[in-house]
T-cell receptor, first 114, second 108 residues
């Protein structure tokens, strides 16, 4: 079945460490997105990529980095520069549904900084 | 920029109807969406409506769109305990814009 796989599901990090969250899709979608979710704040866009080898900053890109070397993969690195990285991170890809573009989400990765 | 607002909480009795409301400031989106998020999971697409439509029904779900008032609602008929979740409305486009989510609690 087609879908988006995020890993790891849970991740613990010490302050000062970089961590990379994986996002892989087999939906053949061109566009991919990373969101951060904090309680009561909805989803905030970190980075997005419309096509391979190209990506753009979202609303809260500071302290994060991404790459898009393959269509299927869009990893997110949370760097030590991110002041408050504890959050739930969601990856999504966008493709054509019946009549509309649709965002499909992965199951999420919960990062906790100790 | 675009702004999407929702009430943060809603409680209903099992078997009653739930109505989740959403208001927005920008009306240029061609499609408007409803997503559902269960605890610890990603978002799941429930339904979407074309901006030229007033209503869309899909089994227990009814979406109403009032473009003049920039108001979108999701009605869930015969609400069940399995409907307990957070519901997000979203405006479509190159980058979707999401509301803060409404946490629906279904009481037995």
């Amino acid at each position: 079945d087609g879908g988006i796989t995020q890993s790891p599901k849970y991740l613990f990090r010490k302050e000062g460490q970089n961590v990379t969250l994986s996002c892989e899709q087999n939906l053949n979608h061109d566009a991919m997105y990373w969101y951060r979710q904090d309680p009561g704040q909805g989803l905030r866009l970190i980075y997005y990529s419309q096509i391979v080898n190209d990506f753009q900053k979202g609303d809260i890109a500071e302290g994060y980095s991404v790459s898009r070397e393959k269509k299927e993969s869009f990893p997110l690195t949370v760097t030590s520069a991110q002041k408050n990285p504890t959050a739930f991170y969601l990856c999504a890809s966008k493709g054509r549904g019946p009549g509309a573009n649709v965002l499909t989400f992965g199951a999420g990765s919960r990062l906790t900084v100790l | 920029g675009e702004d999407v607002e929702q009430s943060l909480f809603l409680s209903v009795r099992e078997g009653d109807s739930s109505v989740i409301n959403c208001t927005y400031t920008d009306s240029s989106s061609t499609y408007l969406y409803w997503y559902k998020q269960e605890p610890g999971a990603g978002l799941q697409l429930l339904t979407y409506i074309f901006s030229n439509m007033d209503m869309k029904q899909d089994q227990r779900l009814t979406v109403l769109l009032n473009k003049k008032d920039k108001h979108l609602s999701l009605r869930i008929a015969d609400t069940q305990t399995g409907d307990s979740a957070i519901y997000f409305c979203a405006l479509g486009g190159q980058n979707f814009v999401f509301g803060p989510g409404t946490r629906l609690s279904v009481l037995p």
